[in-house]
């Protein structure tokens, strides 16, 4: 079993940076891929970012890249989503993932999900 926390959220105007951070416990000896969604009231859970057990392969939705970056202290067992230029469509709760099967943007492939930090971008 893996356990995931995220932190890191809070309110931003238009234009502003948030780090998220993403911290497993528990069954950590293995490397897990793990995905960053987000998902915006009344709508569907959406892809974000995600990146490989080593931290060497890294995907993002067209809607983030450029303005978000996915990293990865393995030591920490931290995995961070850097995100830079941020718009008020940004705002969503952003939830980390982890997976045993490799890199995805589909979300069946991820076996433990964290609770959630909100992001609000205010324009």
């Known amino acids: 079993q893996v356990q995931l926390v995220e932190s890191g959220g809070g309110l931003v105007q238009a234009g502003g940076s948030l780090r998220l951070s993403c911290a497993a416990s528990?069954?950590?000896?293995?490397?897990?891929?793990v995905g960053w969604f987000h998902q915006a009231p009344g709508k569907e859970r959406e892809f974000v970012a995600a990146?490989?057990?080593?931290?060497?392969?890294?995907y993002y939705a067209d809607s983030v890249k450029g303005r978000f970056t996915i990293s990865r202290d393995n030591a920490k067992n931290t995995v961070y989503l850097q995100m830079n230029s941020l718009k008020p469509e940004d705002t969503a709760v952003y939830y980390c993932?982890?997976?045993?099967?490799?890199?995805?943007?589909?979300?069946?492939?991820?076996?433990?999900w964290g609770q959630g930090t909100q992001v609000t971008v205010s324009s």
């Open positions: 993932a982890a997976s045993l099967y490799g890199t995805s943007r589909y979300q069946d492939i991820y076996h433990y």
């Open positions: 528990g069954r950590t000896d293995r490397n897990y891929a």
């Open positions: 990146i490989s057990g080593s931290g060497g392969a890294t």
